[in-house]
């Protein structure tokens, strides 16, 4: 695992977890790109997904919407982080992760030593579902080919998973997420981890400890790092 800087701790500290014993390992660098296509093809790329998502009305989450959450952060980013779906905040404000599950994801990457800006972020759904409910199957099948599409853009070099929904609806599986944590998975030949939501970790603050665990298995598969 990472040796861990003051500002580090500082994080796990406002995630609230306490690290008594710290091993040499992992930074958390962010860059490991491949070239390819070109970066005026790319910009357009991204352009034409965000105005395609802006005004999509693929499924009934359209006419409830406030904004489209479409992701945000740095689109060379080494590290995806996704979630499931915006929530209300989220919906107001076009932006993933903003209300009090985001402060504490802000927290668990600055664990990790990235800032939110470094990293991207984005949803299985770029609309919220209704009360918060659970995404649809017809929702995330309408949706998903807009993720598929910011992955092949982005092309991160390792996946970070928040929850069941988002895991189970990326990796096409039904494994518990108690089975799914603590072991590397693979998206498209991206390695993917997979950790609790942030939201369930505010609700059950004792896992946290797990949480930092997967983050720092991250952190060791992180290509480039030991
Ligand atoms: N929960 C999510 O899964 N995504 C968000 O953007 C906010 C909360």
């Known amino acids: 695992m990472a040796n861990l800087s003051p500002l580090q701790r500082q994080y796990l500290d406002r995630m609230g977890v306490t690290v008594w014993v710290s091993r040499a390992g992992a930074g958390a660098g962010s860059e490991t790109k491949s070239g390819g296509v070109e970066p005026e093809a790319e910009n357009e790329q991204w352009l034409t997904l965000g105005e395609e998502v802006a005004s999509c009305t693929r499924c009934e989450l359209h006419r409830g919407r406030t904004n489209t959450v479409f992701g945000v952060g740095n689109q060379k980013a080494g ?34 030593g990235l800032a939110r800006e470094e990293v991207y972020i984005a949803n299985i759904l770029k609309c919220r579902p209704p009360n918060n409910r659970d995404p649809s199957a017809p929702e995330v099948a309408a949706c998903e080919g807009y993720l598929k599409r910011q992955i092949d853009l982005i092309r991160p070099a390792l996946i970070l998973v928040l ?25 498209n030949g991206i390695p993917v981890v997979v950790t609790y939501h942030p939201a369930y970790l505010l609700r059950s603050p004792a896992e946290k400890r797990k949480a930092w665990q997967d983050l720092q298995l991250a952190l060791s598969l992180y ?3 030991s």
């Open 223 to 225: 290509p480039g790092k």
């Open 79 to 112: 590290w995806l982080v996704i979630g499931e779906a915006p929530g209300a905040e989220e919906d107001r404000r076009g932006e993933p992760f903003v209300g009090r599950a985001g402060q504490l994801l802000n927290a668990m990457l600055g664990a990790m």
């Open 163 to 187: 929850g069941r929904i988002a895991a189970h609806n990326l990796l096409k599986v039904e494994t518990p997420l108690g089975r799914m944590r603590g072991k590397p998975w693979e998206w």
